[in-house]
């Protein structure tokens, strides 16, 4: 799985450029004959067996390409080359050998007189090591964007791009640009045909340029352009053209933070992630999108005041459609144009490493859109997906379903991941619809879906695909995460593969989501009715690393804000919001935040617009912001809530069975300290409420949700209450407290 520039390309040019040679002469002559018509037909795999220098009974022949030519000669006053009979734009000179350089340059005038210099890019052989090649073709090749793409390099000391790109399947595939008047004549690759894999260097071109593929199918003889699945940087949409990337000029300095990540103890550290989609979180006022760099600092400065540990971007790889937020990609290697460069990117994440912050990125490995620029069908045949329909479409989505078991997907896929780790330093990865790539019945009703190899329902092939890219992330990039969004009861989504399991660092807890949700929505008269929804998590909550999930899922298509979920008048739903977040961020397990639950919205969110943060002016606004603020900080700043998130002793119920008055209790441990939690479900106030509790003594408020500095109605307990000395409910000391309505209470022993 090596990554290495050098180790793909072979050592001796020279050496294969006599190979290409003896392979031309050594062609017969029918075979050239058929070969030029094939070149001149737009049809031609192996233009190097036609095209440049060939030593034949001691004299050496040259050929050019220059279909756009009215006539040819080399640069510097050199000699004219013969136009060849009825084969429009082949040229062809003979000499000595020895007496033509090794790269000539060709001048050539076009039909309106102008001439152009250039050198010939056929003067440079294929380079690409049948190594490299064969690792790309296995399945594991982690460094597979270093061998496709388009890569600025020099060879034998002239600058160029070298094009390569997968397409077993075509013709003929030609690079076409803004550097070749986008021409498909001009720049025919050349295939190494064991592999599918077609290669040109092109002498010339700079960083910046644009460029497509140009594919002939061999399945139906069609002709398309295609973006380039490697490139590193794209036109801003709507168009859709592939950019040569520059060299990375972004000055790392965040040394500090990947030496701490290396060691970093994620299961035991608190983790609060604040999901981002950077289009709509703010914009400029004339509602322009920012760039990376001003983001960078704008929410830099609103995640660090809040307390969160992470942000979670929603996909930030290329996509043409605004309204999909990036879970429709077209250009996964390429960090979306609208907010900068690739180089504005990187310091986005410098700035959030410098600061404390780490940076997840929202991945989408299992699907991708039907664009006809893009990956479906890319060489006319089903290459990224399955051909089979029944495999290879989400009905859900009206997306392909990426082939998983295709050595090559998943060379693409897995180098993908190295590429945002390595290039970016992205801190991990969250996994979009992992369902939907375990199972191939997932949303399809019977006769729509095709057995695995055992007649069931498991997809096999996407199971040993998560496993080696969970393998590979963990293996070589210490500290880095891999969440699933996994919906489903799969067994040990979290768990090492050594042990049968998938490999993931953490899974999102929907469960626990929907079930808080289902509850809060209902008449708190109602809720002693379906206490169970509160506690039942906690039978499972330890099985999984799990994160906590209020996502941007929660707050769209008709859902409506978490606000509005919520029964009763203004103030009790505002009450209810800080109750909920009062328990996600004192529930075992990490936590995830979408921008603006801080802001208690009152309308789901809108993707073309920036939030409302006008909302903070509005004192109920304002305190569940505040609130927000205080949880995080009290969840980093006390091991209790956070060291054992994922591990049973760290939590247990002091109360969960009181359904008449819909009150919950329980105890966060970390060993040494202890929290007690308290949750009034109902607009009940709740005077001389008593639990037990493990330690005698003064215990502090250090959370009362209903705090008058948040939005509440102030009822609690002063700030400050005293044991007595009296066993309850299994513990040596108990409490007695008054408990706000719709609030609750986090208290530590002082």
Not at 7 to 26: K, Y
Not at 120 to 144: C, E, I, K, Q
Not at 524 to 529: I, N, S
């Amino acid at each position: 799985m090596g990554v290495n520039d050098g180790d793909r390309l072979t050592r001796s040019v020279p050496r294969r450029a006599g190979q290409a040679a003896r392979a031309a002469a050594q062609m017969t002559t029918a075979g050239r004959h058929e070969a030029l018509e094939r070149l001149l037909a737009g049809r031609l795999h192996e233009p190097f067996a036609v095209l440049g220098p060939r030593v034949a009974e001691g004299v050496l022949r040259y050929r050019a390409w220059l279909p756009a030519a009215r006539r040819a000669r080399f640069a510097d006053g050199g000699p004219v080359l013969r136009a060849l009979p009825r084969r429009p734009g082949l040229y062809e000179w003979s000499g000595v050998p020895g007496t033509l350089p090794s790269h000539p340059v060709l001048e050539w005038q076009d039909g309106t007189g102008t001439w152009h210099e250039h050198i010939d890019p056929y003067s440079f052989p294929p380079a690409l090591a049948p190594s490299a090649l064969a690792t790309f073709a296995g399945g594991r090749d982690a460094g597979a964007h270093h061998l496709l793409g388009a890569h600025p390099m020099h060879c034998d000391g002239i600058a160029g791009v070298r094009f390569s790109v997968w397409a077993p399947n075509a013709e003929r595939v030609s690079v076409i640009g803004d550097f070749n008047e986008w021409d498909d004549r001009r720049h025919p690759l050349q295939v190494h045909a064991p592999y599918g894999v077609w290669e040109l260097f092109v002498p010339g071109v700079v960083a910046g340029a644009l460029y497509k593929f140009e594919i002939r199918s061999r399945e139906d003889g069609r002709v398309r352009q295609k973006s380039d699945p490697y490139a590193r940087a794209c036109e801003l949409r709507p168009a859709t053209a592939s950019r040569v990337a520059g060299r990375p000029r972004h000055a790392w300095q965040d040394d500090a933070w990947l030496r701490q990540r290396g060691r970093w103890d994620w299961q035991h550290a608190p983790v609060s992630i604040y999901e981002v989609h950077l289009g709509s979180w703010r914009r400029k006022a004339d509602g322009g999108f920012l760039d990376y760099r001003t983001l960078a600092h704008e929410l830099v400065e609103h995640v660090t005041a809040l307390g969160f540990t992470h942000v979670e971007l929603l996909p930030l790889s290329e996509h043409p459609f605004d309204g999909s937020w990036g879970y429709q990609t077209t250009g996964y290697f390429a960090p979306t144009s609208r907010f900068g460069s690739p180089d504005d990117f990187r310091y986005f994440v410098d700035h959030c490493h410098r600061h404390g912050i780490g940076v997840i990125l929202d991945w989408v490995g299992g699907h991708f859109p039907k664009d006809e620029h893009a990956l479906a069908r890319f060489d006319g045949s089903a290459l990224y997906e399955h051909h089979d329909v029944r495999l290879g479409e989400h009905p859900d989505w009206g997306t392909l379903v990426f082939n998983h078991g295709r050595h090559e997907v998943a060379s693409f896929l897995l180098a993908n991941l190295h590429y945002w780790a390595e290039e970016f330093h992205i801190d991990g990865f969250r996994v979009d619809a992992v369902a939907s790539m375990l199972y191939r019945d997932y949303s399809r009703r019977d006769g729509e879906w095709v057995p695995n190899i055992y007649g069931g329902r498991e997809n096999l092939e996407a199971v040993a695909f998560l496993r080696l890219i969970n393998e590979y992330v963990h293996r070589e990039f210490p500290g880095v995460v891999v969440v699933a969004e996994e919906s489903t009861a799969w067994p040990q989504v979290s768990r090492p593969t050594w042990l049968g399991g998938l490999g993931f660092s953490m899974k999102w807890n929907m469960g626990w989501m929907h079930d808080v949700l289902t509850y809060l929505s209902l008449d708190p008269v109602h809720r002693a009715y379906h206490h169970d929804r509160l506690t039942f998590g906690l039978l499972y909550a330890f099985d999984e690393n799990f994160v906590l999930p209020l996502s941007h899922d929660e707050v769209v298509h008709g859902k409506g804000a978490l606000l509005a979920k919520l029964p009763g008048d203004a103030w009790q739903r505002h009450a209810t919001l800080r109750l909920l977040y009062t328990l996600q961020f004192t529930y075992p397990g990490k936590k995830l935040l979408f921008m603006g639950g801080e802001l208690a919205m009152p309308r789901e969110w809108n993707h073309d617009e920036a939030l409302p943060w006008a909302l903070l002016s509005d004192p109920m606004h304002r305190g569940c912001c505040d609130l927000v603020r205080d949880l995080a900080h009290l969840y980093r700043a006390r091991a209790a809530l956070h060291r054992f998130d994922f591990e049973a002793h760290g939590f247990s119920w002091i109360d969960c069975h009181d359904v008449q008055q819909s009150v919950l209790s329980y105890l966060r441990r970390d060993g040494d300290g202890v929290v007690v939690v308290v949750l009034n479900f109902t607009p009940v106030v709740r005077h001389d409420y008593r639990i037990g509790v493990p330690v005698g003594g003064a215990w502090r408020e250090l959370i009362n949700s209903d705090a008058g500095v948040y939005g509440g109605s102030g009822v609690g307990n002063l700030g400050m209450v005293t044991s007595e000395a009296r066993p309850w409910m299994g513990q040596p000391h108990a409490l007695r407290l008054t408990l706000p309505p719709l609030g609750a209470l986090v208290l530590a022993p002082v």
